[in-house]
């Protein structure tokens, strides 16, 4: 009899501290009678707030060449980059240049339309060099290397 007294006032002091919206802690004291009883303690609350923040951030950047007509006249100097084989289009100089190069990696060739007065045409296994073009309007120009590529002409 005195174990079903002690789980019932276990099960009253719990339901007591649910309701009461705190917590609670019961423990089942007996005297040296042999009479149980239960006590139920009121203690503080306890929440823990755990935050994390993940930031995961990519930057990629893609660059290729200018389309044809986009290149200006020729005369502030013109600059142009891609990957690879690539199409640049029709050039214009509009006086005696210098174009220098620079590729990352392997030879490095360039090349215009047949048909214009004047050639653009070279070829180098170098990774960098320089050339002179004369004044005028190249079409179809093409680059032709397996890296990245910068081109710059620039008056002088």
Known sequence: ?????????????????????????????????????????????????????????????VTTAAPAGTEGSGGAGQTFTGTGNGSIGTVTVARQSTIHWRTSSGPFSMKNAAEDEHSLAFSSGESSGESSVEAGTYHGVTVTTPGEWTLTISAG
């Open 1 to 61: 009899m005195a174990a079903l007294a002690a789980l019932a006032g276990f099960v009253v002091g719990g339901v007591v501290g649910l309701l009461a919206g705190g917590s609670s802690s019961t423990k089942t004291v007996t005297s040296a009678g042999g009479h149980a009883r239960t006590v139920t303690v009121q203690g503080p609350t306890h929440t823990t707030t755990v935050t994390r923040v993940v930031v995961h951030a990519k930057t990629q950047t």
